[in-house]
Nanobody, 126 residues
Framework: QLQLVESGGGLVQPGGSLRLSCAAS????????VGWFRQAPGKEREGVSC????????NYADSVKGRFTISRDNAKNTVYLQMNSLKPEDTAVYYC???????????????????WGQGTQVTVSS
C-alpha cells in the first residue's frame, strides 16, 4: 500500500508563490507516475499536472501552463509542484496521486490513479 502526504499549502496573495510537496512512503525508484489534482468548492476534481515515472515527461492543464512546474526527486520519494503567479481561481484543495500504470497522454485524468493523498488547502486571496 502506497501512502502519499501533501504539504506546503497555505494562504498567499495574488501573484505570490507556493511549493507543494507530495511525500510517498515509497516510490520504489521510477515505479510510479504522479499527478497533481485540485478541487474547488462545488467543482469537480481536475488535473493540474503530472510527471512520468522517470521524470522526463510532464503535462500541464492549460490553466496553469507557464505558471506551475512539476518535478520529482526519487531519492527523496517526493514530487513537487512549484506554483508561481497564483490567482484567486487557483484556490482549491490540492491532491497528489500515484499509479504505476499511467499512460502519459491520460495522466491528467483522475480515474487513472489508484493511490491518493489527503490534500492540502491552497487559498489565494488579498
Amino acid at each position: 500500500q502506497l501512502q502519499l502526504v501533501e504539504s506546503g499549502g497555505g494562504l498567499v496573495q495574488p501573484g505570490g508563490s507556493l511549493r507543494l510537496s507530495c511525500a510517498a512512503s515509497r516510490f520504489t525508484g521510477n515505479y510510479y507516475a504522479v499527478g497533481w489534482f485540485r478541487q474547488a468548492p462545488g467543482k469537480e476534481r481536475e488535473g493540474v499536472s503530472c510527471i512520468s515515472r522517470g521524470g522526463g515527461l510532464t503535462n500541464y492543464a492549460d490553466s496553469v501552463k507557464g505558471r506551475f512546474t512539476i518535478s520529482r526527486d526519487n531519492a527523496k520519494n517526493t514530487v513537487y509542484l512549484q506554483m508561481n503567479s497564483l490567482k484567486p481561481e487557483d484556490t482549491a484543495v490540492y491532491y497528489c496521486a500515484a499509479d504505476p500504470y499511467i499512460v502519459q497522454a491520460q495522466c491528467l485524468m483522475k480515474s487513472e490513479y489508484i493511490y491518493w493523498g489527503q490534500g492540502t488547502q491552497v487559498t489565494v486571496s488579498s
